[in-house]
């Protein structure tokens, strides 16, 4: 098991910038690949961006690409989502991911049933 805590959203103006953090609690986190999704209110959650368990491979959905950036400090068990440019379609309430790495690889790490392990999430407005 593992635990999986997110904390930095709140009310951000459109051009601005948040930083979401992600702190991991358990397991090794380095045994982890972690990602983010959204889910905007009346919407399906969405992929947002995924990072593996060494750091070294990111990918990002179109809509963000550019403008945000996942990244991970394993000696800190947490992930990051640095949000720039923000937009007001940015407003959702983010949640972090997690799959062990030791067990399964799958086969589309954008798929929200990859992850296995979720946060509770935390509300992102980006006012126009």
């Known amino acids: 098991q593992v635990q999986l805590v997110e904390a930095g959203g709140g009310l951000g103006q459109a051009g601005g910038s948040l930083r ?3 702190a991991a609690s358990g ?9 983010w999704f959204r889910q905007a209110p009346g919407k399906e959650r969405e992929f947002v961006s995924r990072i593996n368990s060494s750091g070294r491979s990111t990918d990002y959905a179109d809509s963000v690409k550019g ?3 996942i990244s991970r400090d394993n000696a800190k068990n947490t992930v990051y989502l640095q949000m720039n440019s923000l937009k007001p379609e940015d407003t959702a309430v983010y ?3 997690a799959y062990s790495v030791t067990f399964y690889t799958p086969i589309d790490p954008s798929r929200e049933d990859s992850y296995n392990y979720w946060g509770q999430g ?3 407005t980006a006012s126009s």
């Open 67 to 69: 403008r945000f950036t």
């Open 27 to 35: 397991r090794p986190f380095s045994n982890y690949a972690m990602g």
């Open 122 to 124: 935390t509300q992102v």
């Open 95 to 97: 949640y972090c991911a």
């Open 20 to 22: 979401l953090s992600c």
